[in-house]
């Protein structure tokens, strides 16, 4: 088991700082540590994701969501057991197209919030 922190574009987009980053893709504005299981580094098993930070001004910090809420899905998809690849294509790539979640924080019932993507300040 690895525990990994990226932001969420980059975690769920599999690729490096600066790869694949442009102004035109989508932007939520948290970061997240992912804890994953496997030996396939580029496609791994996600076991689970946890936010870690929230941007100032950004989609999320506007619904809401805490350092310490657990993803427990994406798009419906559930994290538990899903590979790295499937949470990626669930996620959209254009600013203005919603992404949806399932979040539970603490022992409260799982909610869901969905955040609207914009294109990311400064340009990406």
Do not use: Y
Not at 14 to 43: K, Q
């Amino acid at each position: 088991m690895r525990r990994h922190a990226f932001t969420l574009a980059l975690i769920l987009l599999l690729g490096l700082p600066g790869v694949g980053l442009a102004a035109e893709n989508a932007w939520f504005g948290f970061d997240v540590s992912a804890e994953t299981e496997g030996v396939n580094i580029l496609n791994p098993t996600v076991r689970s994701l946890t936010i870690e930070g929230i941007d100032r001004d950004s989609p999320a910090a506007a619904r809401g969501l805490q350092k310490g809420d657990q993803i427990i899905e994406v798009q419906g998809i559930r994290v538990a057991g899903s590979k790295a690849s499937a949470l990626e294509d669930a996620v959209p790539a254009k600013p203005g197209l919603p992404l949806h979640l399932k979040i539970r924080r603490g022992s409260t019932p799982p909610f869901a919030v969905t955040l609207i993507g914009v294109a990311e300040p400064g340009g990406g």
